[in-house]
């Protein structure tokens, strides 16, 4: 707003009022608004996007606020990260997360991940039919992987489901659904669709 070389010496009084206050506007105002000839190390606020700034005598470039000071001291996203102590979630959008690491010990971070039901029990996780009736499903990796490993000295898989005959606690089929295993039912009775091999020794199998 106003010309910081004036006033000068020859400023008559009319003029020597209107440039006083002119500075005094921007000085109360942290310069809002454009100045001429502001003198080096002057501070202005920009207002979008609001920072401070320094005139250098020929540009003007940002301050970074300390902490002690209620900044962060750094003037970028990727600097403040570490210091926030933050992971790479924390700048990840919800529809791409990628988990590289840690535990899942909150059941709203699981319901947020794959978007379904989940009740945290004591030590462990109980998942739900995922939402709209949709089931959970584990995609394998390569050919030969393990989509599932489970180890330990303790017990393995249990499933509790179906009820009846009507109803398939377990089901196993190939990978294009061609050709299936067995079922067992939810009376425990076991289906064998394809076949039933009898082991007759050791790693030898008669054929059905």
Do not use: H
Request: a neutral charge; one cysteine or more; hydrophobic letters at 40%.
């Amino acid at each position: 707003m106003a010309n910081w070389a004036n006033p000068t010496i020859t400023s008559d009084y009319v003029t020597f009022v209107n440039e006083v206050k002119g500075r005094d506007i921007d000085a109360i105002t942290l310069m809002a608004n454009a100045v001429t000839n502001a003198p080096s190390s002057a501070i202005r606020l920009l207002r979008s996007p609001i920072m401070f700034q320094e005139w250098s005598g020929s540009i003007w470039y940002n301050l970074v606020l300390s902490p002690q000071g209620g900044g962060t001291g750094v003037s970028s996203i990727a600097a403040l990260t570490p210091l926030l102590g933050l992971g790479s979630m924390a700048f990840q959008n919800a529809n791409t997360v990628n988990i590289t690491g840690g535990n899942l010990s909150n059941v709203n971070v699981v319901n947020l991940a794959i978007g379904g039901n989940a009740s945290y029990q004591g030590t462990g996780f109980i998942f739900y039919s995922y939402q709209d009736n949709t089931p959970l499903i584990v995609q394998g990796g390569a050919a030969g992987s393990w989509a599932v490993s489970v180890s330990g000295p303790g017990n393995g898989i249990i499933i509790g489901q179906g009820s009846n005959k009507n109803d398939n606690a377990i089901m196993v089929r190939n990978q294009a659904a061609t050709i299936y295993g067995f079922y067992v039912r939810g009376d425990m009775g076991v289906i064998c669709p394809t076949g039933l091999c009898i082991p007759v020794g050791a790693n030898k199998f008669v054929a059905p």
